[in-house]
């Protein structure tokens, strides 16, 4: 079971629990097609991002496997929103999770996203106890591959042409970390 002590503090950002008043600032990234090119899903309506965020905010704690992390990622300098981070407990016998993030493009570049997964490391390392956490990204995605890279993951495979997203098939590249790798950083 994991309940991280919110909000987490970095040096630069503040992470917590969504709330409603995240839906303006969600729905100004969600609605991109920049954003949505390499996710599962397209660009997003108000409505469907309101949606998502009533779902967001009761994921703000972890009790049994299958369950999600779902936590807002704040300047704080502004207060402004300006990513979703989410780690998926996704077995219990093998101690093991999957991390993804959203961020804002305006942010992109600026190390936010680096800082902010791992702190979700952190929570899924050392606060739930997995053995280790696994992320995934269409090969495309050149940013989310060297983010994972430099966050110290390993490239474990490349799977080509093994989804169809969007009418498409696409390769995907898998990482992971293990918890003996994490606490040797």
Not at 20 to 49: C, K, M, N
Not at 87 to 94: F, I, M, P, V, Y
Not at 101 to 117: N, Q, S
Request: charged share 25%.
């Amino acid at each position: 079971m994991l309940e991280p002590a919110y909000p987490i503090k970095t040096a630069r950002l503040i992470l917590r629990p969504f709330t409603q008043a995240d839906l303006g600032a969600l729905h100004s990234f969600q609605s991109r097609p920049d954003v949505a090119r390499y996710l599962y899903w397209e660009p997003r309506t108000r409505q469907e991002t309101a949606a998502a965020l009533k779902d967001k905010i009761t994921r703000s704690t972890l009790t049994e496997p299958g369950e999600y992390l779902s936590i807002a990622v704040e300047l704080i300098d502004t207060g402004e929103l300006i990513g979703d981070l989410t780690l998926s407990w996704t077995s219990r016998e093998h101690a093991s999770g999957e991390f993804g993030l959203v961020f804002h493009p305006e942010h992109h570049g600026k190390g936010y996203a680096a800082e902010a997964a791992t702190e979700l490391f952190r929570l899924g390392f050392d606060g739930l106890g997995l053995h280790r956490i696994h992320g995934r990204c269409d090969s495309r995605n050149v940013p989310s591959a060297s983010l994972m890279e430099g966050l110290g993951m390993r490239r474990e495979a490349h799977l080509r042409e093994n989804e169809l997203v969007k009418g498409e098939w696409t390769d995907e590249l898998v990482y992971a970390m293990l918890s003996a790798e994490w606490k040797r950083r």
